[in-house]
């Protein structure tokens, strides 16, 4: 009893972390599975034949190439369009500032079904062709608002004394901007940047109403599911699970280390 | 970085500056001499920070020119001037070490080989070991000196500080104003101190002008404000002053001086102490400062000089602090007269309650225009405005 009370903590921490960790274990055991149908849902026998041939099954790699493409490009857009717009709001006095403050949101709060059926609206009014840009415009659209809201947050917290303390140590404008705001506000726009990514490449919903023809990751393995789960979807994203903690070790250990190379 | 015309004043001629209706700084005529120490000091609000940024390029002159040495600066932008800033908040960047922080100004203008300075640089503050922290890892006391080194490594013309010392406790406070002073005596820039502080501005500056309502109210060495106040409002900023209203009975008779009456009391004071020129029948504000006044128990009335000033009064109130000790004594001419009195020699008889003569020399007294508010700059005027805001 004296032991479970100390422990408490400890065990809802390591009961939340299954809970969380459970589906991607499920994922993972899956991809060396053997299955004998069509459907990967019940365990065989142990393989690597899937981790063999990953691109073994036709157009899964092409729309997973399609998608990174996609998210990279959404990315770039998103956070410089984004990081912009942030920096404007918070810098300077405008018409219909606060118009834009609030508007710029809107996608976060909006049910993205909603967003996605106005868009293919618009799309189809304007005689658009539905594809890869029509995906893309999407993606930038709804990942601007998360950017906007990670930047915003950082350029807000900046003590405006340091870019005055910039000009006055004899960096013009360009200087200023990129020796101590843009530095500054670094962080601001990874996060932003990852989130942006994340949010691009795992969309369903409004990718599904305005790609036309084109295929992208998520697509295709909601497309599998109706006709068969090929193995290969499990190893892309077991792939895909231990690359994204990968990135996350090394970020914190490089920031350990940084941290301990200064005294104190 | 063309430019290399040593040093020069910063001559500021008719500037002001607006903000929509609000006047910050009147228009404003001030020569800051090459080499000096000079203080802007007044209440937050009186425009003293909004001149300091005109002289630095972060604010646009409304009216007037801001003028270095020979040369007109009032459109050059901030990084094209030979000045710089050590900043209230310090603004030292935070993704950046010491070392970098201090070598910016000199890389931004292109010089390569910065480690002998910046490591000089260091020394002359003290700060050499600390070189690779950062900002946030350093006491508010090292960073404030950093902010000083940054700044003062690209031997700027003139060096601006926007009360840098606020942060500071009052013995790092101390300790930090004798340090500037040292640095500006060694390096020779001429400095401009922004302070709401009176005694940290009488301290450090060589010339004090003194701000109210974006208004230069008074400009001169601190001795001479000290002593000689033209304005109610400089006369309670700078320490404390007794203030008497009088009415002037003569004008120039026994050797220049001013005869006034208040509540029965005869004072005496010399014409050229008083800073409008008084007239028989009109009132006068006859100021003195506490120290100045000695206090003696009522029967003894008898031992003072002839000649002397005099006013009779019951003290009300007495406090021991040390090196002297404050009264405060009701008397006809002002309810409440302070009095210091050195502890020399303390006498037993003079408590609340006790019945005082106090006495001061005329040459002592200065005179007043007495259209002004007698309570401008006082901290109880202070106090009652941040009621105001507060309840607003």
Redesign the interface.
Same mark, same amino acid.
């Given at each position: 009893m004296q032991w479970l009370r100390r422990n408490l903590v400890v065990i809802a921490g390591l009961v939340t972390l299954a809970y969380l960790i459970l589906p991607n274990v499920v994922v993972t055991v899956f991809s060396f599975n053997n299955p004998t149908g069509r459907f990967n849902y019940a365990w065989q026998e142990f393989s690597l034949d899937a981790w063999k041939d990953p691109c073994g099954v036709a157009d899964l790699c092409d729309s997973l190439a399609l998608s990174l493409q996609i998210a990279l490009w959404a990315t770039l857009g998103a956070t410089v369009l984004g990081a912009m717009i942030a920096f404007a709001l918070v810098r300077y006095r405008f018409r219909a500032r606060g118009a834009v403050n609030s508007l710029i949101f809107m996608p976060m709060a909006m049910p993205e079904i909603v967003m996605a059926a106005s868009l293919l609206a618009l799309f189809l009014n304007m005689g658009i062709q539905l594809g890869f840009w029509t995906i893309l415009i999407a993606h930038i659209m709804f990942c601007l608002s998360f950017v906007v809201a990670a930047v915003k947050a950082r350029v807000l917290s900046m003590?405006p004394?340091?870019e005055?303390?910039?000009?006055?140590?004899?960096?013009?404008p360009a200087?200023t901007f990129l020796?101590?705001t843009l530095?500054?506000a670094a962080p601001g726009i990874a996060a932003g940047a990852l989130l942006s990514f994340a949010l691009s490449f795992d969309d369903f919903i409004i990718t599904n109403f305005n790609s036309g023809n084109t295929v992208t990751f998520p697509m295709f393995v909601w497309g599998s599911a109706q006709r068969g789960t090929p193995v290969q979807i499990n190893v892309i994203g077991t792939a895909m699970f231990v690359l994204a903690v990968l990135v996350v070790l090394v970020g914190q250990t490089v920031g350990a280390r940084r941290k301990k190379a200064?005294?104190? | 970085?063309t430019d290399k015309t040593e040093g020069g004043d910063v001559r500021l001629a008719g500037i002001s500056k607006h903000y929509g209706t609000f006047t910050a700084v009147h228009p404003l005529d001030l020569t800051i001499p090459q080499g000096s120490f000079f203080a802007l000091l007044g209440a937050s609000g009186c425009g003293k920070t909004t001149t300091l940024r005109m002289i630095?390029?972060?604010e646009e002159p409304s009216t007037g020119t801001v003028g270095l040495g020979d040369r007109d600066v009032t459109h050059l932008?901030?990084?094209?001037r030979p000045?710089?800033?050590v900043?209230?908040?310090y603004?030292?960047?935070?993704?950046m070490d010491i070392y970098e922080n201090v070598a910016?100004?000199l890389r =931004? !203008?292109g010089i390569t080989s910065v480690k002998k300075q910046v490591d000089e640089m260091l020394e002359l503050v003290q700060l050499g070991q600390f070189a =690779? !922290?950062?900002p946030h890892?350093l006491s508010g006391g090292q960073q404030q000196r950093v902010a000083v080194a940054?700044?003062l490594i690209?031997h700027p013309q003139v060096l601006l500080l926007d009360e840098p010392l606020g942060a500071l406790d009052l013995k790092l406070r101390r300790q930090m104003q004798l340090e500037l002073k040292r640095i500006q005596t060694e390096v020779g820039i001429t400095f401009v101190h922004v302070t709401h502080d009176q005694e940290e501005a009488m301290t450090m500056a060589d010339t004090v002008a003194v701000m109210n309502a974006g208004r230069v109210e008074q400009l001169g060495a601190p001795a001479e404000l000290y002593e000689n106040p033209r304005t109610t409002f400089v006369a309670n900023f700078l320490g404390t002053s007794n203030l008497i209203q009088a009415s002037v009975e003569s004008v120039g008779g026994a050797g220049g001086d001013v005869d006034v009456s208040a509540s029965g009391a005869k004072l005496r004071l010399p014409v050229a102490r008083c800073s409008t020129t008084p007239r028989a029948g009109g009132q006068l504000l006859v100021g003195v400062r506490p120290e100045k006044i000695s206090v003696v128990p009522a029967d003894e009335e008898h031992t003072i000089g002839a000649g002397r000033n005099k006013v009779t009064g019951r003290i009300v109130d007495s406090s021991f602090i040390g090196v002297s000790t404050q009264y405060v004594v009701d008397s006809a001419v002002c309810p409440e007269l302070e009095v210091y009195v050195q502890n020399i020699e303390r006498d037993g008889r003079l408590v609340p309650g006790a019945e005082v003569v106090l006495h001061w020399n005329p040459e002592h007294t200065f005179g007043l225009d007495a259209a002004q508010s007698m309570l401008a700059g006082t901290t109880a005027v202070a106090g009652a405005e941040q009621l105001v805001e507060e309840s607003a």
């Amino acid at each position: 009893m004296q032991w479970l009370r100390r422990n408490l903590v400890v065990i809802a921490g390591l009961v939340t972390l299954a809970y969380l960790i459970l589906p991607n274990v499920v994922v993972t055991v899956f991809s060396f599975n053997n299955p004998t149908g069509r459907f990967n849902y019940a365990w065989q026998e142990f393989s690597l034949d899937a981790w063999k041939d990953p691109c073994g099954v036709a157009d899964l790699c092409d729309s997973l190439a399609l998608s990174l493409q996609i998210a990279l490009w959404a990315t770039l857009g998103a956070t410089v369009l984004g990081a912009m717009i942030a920096f404007a709001l918070v810098r300077y006095r405008f018409r219909a500032r606060g118009a834009v403050n609030s508007l710029i949101f809107m996608p976060m709060a909006m049910p993205e079904i909603v967003m996605a059926a106005s868009l293919l609206a618009l799309f189809l009014n304007m005689g658009i062709q539905l594809g890869f840009w029509t995906i893309l415009i999407a993606h930038i659209m709804f990942c601007l608002s998360f950017v906007v809201a990670a930047v915003k947050a950082r350029v807000l917290s900046m003590d405006p004394q340091l870019e005055e303390a910039a000009r006055d140590l004899y960096a013009g404008p360009a200087q200023t901007f990129l020796r101590v705001t843009l530095p500054i506000a670094a962080p601001g726009i990874a996060a932003g940047a990852l989130l942006s990514f994340a949010l691009s490449f795992d969309d369903f919903i409004i990718t599904n109403f305005n790609s036309g023809n084109t295929v992208t990751f998520p697509m295709f393995v909601w497309g599998s599911a109706q006709r068969g789960t090929p193995v290969q979807i499990n190893v892309i994203g077991t792939a895909m699970f231990v690359l994204a903690v990968l990135v996350v070790l090394v970020g914190q250990t490089v920031g350990a280390r940084r941290k301990k190379a200064q005294p104190e | 970085m063309t430019d290399k015309t040593e040093g020069g004043d910063v001559r500021l001629a008719g500037i002001s500056k607006h903000y929509g209706t609000f006047t910050a700084v009147h228009p404003l005529d001030l020569t800051i001499p090459q080499g000096s120490f000079f203080a802007l000091l007044g209440a937050s609000g009186c425009g003293k920070t909004t001149t300091l940024r005109m002289i630095a390029g972060l604010e646009e002159p409304s009216t007037g020119t801001v003028g270095l040495g020979d040369r007109d600066v009032t459109h050059l932008p901030p990084y094209k001037r030979p000045v710089n800033t050590v900043f209230q908040s310090y603004a030292l960047f935070p993704h950046m070490d010491i070392y970098e922080n201090v070598a910016f100004g000199l890389r =931004r !203008r292109g010089i390569t080989s910065v480690k002998k300075q910046v490591d000089e640089m260091l020394e002359l503050v003290q700060l050499g070991q600390f070189a =690779r !922290r950062k900002p946030h890892q350093l006491s508010g006391g090292q960073q404030q000196r950093v902010a000083v080194a940054r700044a003062l490594i690209n031997h700027p013309q003139v060096l601006l500080l926007d009360e840098p010392l606020g942060a500071l406790d009052l013995k790092l406070r101390r300790q930090m104003q004798l340090e500037l002073k040292r640095i500006q005596t060694e390096v020779g820039i001429t400095f401009v101190h922004v302070t709401h502080d009176q005694e940290e501005a009488m301290t450090m500056a060589d010339t004090v002008a003194v701000m109210n309502a974006g208004r230069v109210e008074q400009l001169g060495a601190p001795a001479e404000l000290y002593e000689n106040p033209r304005t109610t409002f400089v006369a309670n900023f700078l320490g404390t002053s007794n203030l008497i209203q009088a009415s002037v009975e003569s004008v120039g008779g026994a050797g220049g001086d001013v005869d006034v009456s208040a509540s029965g009391a005869k004072l005496r004071l010399p014409v050229a102490r008083c800073s409008t020129t008084p007239r028989a029948g009109g009132q006068l504000l006859v100021g003195v400062r506490p120290e100045k006044i000695s206090v003696v128990p009522a029967d003894e009335e008898h031992t003072i000089g002839a000649g002397r000033n005099k006013v009779t009064g019951r003290i009300v109130d007495s406090s021991f602090i040390g090196v002297s000790t404050q009264y405060v004594v009701d008397s006809a001419v002002c309810p409440e007269l302070e009095v210091y009195v050195q502890n020399i020699e303390r006498d037993g008889r003079l408590v609340p309650g006790a019945e005082v003569v106090l006495h001061w020399n005329p040459e002592h007294t200065f005179g007043l225009d007495a259209a002004q508010s007698m309570l401008a700059g006082t901290t109880a005027v202070a106090g009652a405005e941040q009621l105001v805001e507060e309840s607003a």
